[in-house]
């Protein structure tokens, strides 16, 4: 097949690519260099919006959330999904079927759902999580989790973890075994218990897998919006504010195309940050 046939068969899908994703981002590119008055395009505005990120505290809050979102996903879900995959890793095969199946269950669950399903356990009056507590002896622990800037953010994180952790136990029960059971009959023969197998073969071995989801989850961390706007919308106050409720806001709340446009470009930005770092490490890899 000549070069010349090879970009013929490339043609739709670049043709499609560029109509729908490349010519959208460029026509938010320049609403961000204008001033807006309610979808009314005004004056040229040059870099103004984004020298308005600088001085917008609400801006400031939900990036420092999404970059807590990214931190509380890699230290729960990956670590404990790593655990979990290395002890189902030593059951027979039967039982590695049935059990990926059941912790993957909620990776199918649209994040939508799945946030009006938390939205009734955490609910103060009738919720599960306040019961249970209550029937334990804990009734001084319960409370509105998601009403409250203390607790809000870290209870819908409890949600997305929730989500993901399933999604990592597959990744790493597939990832060990494709490792040669040969390194660990090695190091039973040394005399090396079950913790120093995983210490020093498990987990070096996974290093690639580790770096996938890692980054996988900073993606995804800067991109949801669904979960915090069907539970919290952002609230109490900007606790649970992120990059994207504040863009909706102020798009279709405000009207302000024009910031709300920079904005994006800013996540967009971010986004292909991630996505190169991630690039060029696994291909390193």
């Known amino acids: 097949m000549?070069?010349?046939?090879a970009y013929i068969f490339l043609l739709p899908a670049l043709v499609l690519y560029v109509a729908f994703v490349a010519l959208p981002i460029a026509?938010?590119?320049g609403y961000s260099l204008f001033e807006w008055d309610q979808g009314i395009i005004g004056d040229f505005a040059g870099l103004s919006n984004f020298e308005r990120m600088g001085g917008d505290t609400v801006f400031w809050a939900a990036l420092s959330h999404n970059a807590i979102w990214v931190v509380l996903t890699l230290a729960f879900p990956l670590m404990a999904g790593l655990l979990l995959a290395a002890i189902l890793a030593e059951r027979n095969?039967?039982?590695?079927?049935?059990?990926?199946?059941?912790y993957f269950i909620p990776r199918?669950?649209?994040?939508?759902?799945?946030?009006?399903?938390?939205?009734?356990?955490?609910?103060?009056?009738?919720?599960?999580?306040?019961?249970?507590?209550?029937?334990?002896?804990?009734?001084g622990w319960t409370g509105a989790w998601l009403a409250q800037s203390e607790t809000a953010l870290l209870s819908l994180n409890v949600v997305g973890a929730w989500t993901f952790f399933g999604f990592c136990v597959v990744i790493y029960l597939a990832a060990i075994q494709s490792i040669d059971p040969?390194?660990?009959?090695?190091?039973?023969?040394?005399?090396?218990?079950w913790g120093r197998k995983f210490r020093d073969i498990t987990v070096p071995l996974l290093k690639n897998s580790t770096l996938f989801l890692g980054l996988y989850a900073a993606i995804e961390a800067?991109?949801?919006?669904?979960?915090?706007?069907?539970?919290?919308?952002g609230g109490?106050?900007?606790?649970?504010?992120?990059?994207?409720?504040?863009?909706?806001?102020?798009?279709?709340?405000?009207?302000?195309?024009?910031?709300?446009?920079?904005?994006?470009?800013?996540?967009?930005?971010?986004?292909?940050?991630?996505?190169?770092?991630?690039?060029?490490?696994?291909?390193?890899?």
């Open 2 to 5: 000549s070069d010349r046939t």
């Open 27 to 29: 026509q938010v590119v």
């Open 93 to 102: 095969q039967h039982v590695i079927r049935w059990m990926s199946a059941i």
């Open 108 to 139: 199918t669950i649209p994040l939508v759902v799945a946030g009006i399903i938390w939205g009734w356990i955490y609910n103060p009056i009738f919720g599960l999580l306040n019961y249970m507590l209550e029937s334990v002896g804990l009734g």
């Open 182 to 193: 040969s390194l660990y009959e090695a190091a039973e023969i040394d005399g090396a218990g």
């Open 222 to 233: 800067m991109r949801f919006f669904d979960l915090v706007w069907v539970t919290t919308q």
């Open 236 to 285: 109490p106050g900007y606790a649970t504010e992120v990059l994207t409720t504040h863009i909706y806001k102020t798009f279709f709340l405000v009207g302000d195309f024009g910031y709300a446009a920079a904005l994006s470009v800013v996540l967009l930005a971010i986004v292909l940050a991630i996505s190169s770092i991630s690039y060029f490490l696994l291909r390193a890899k």
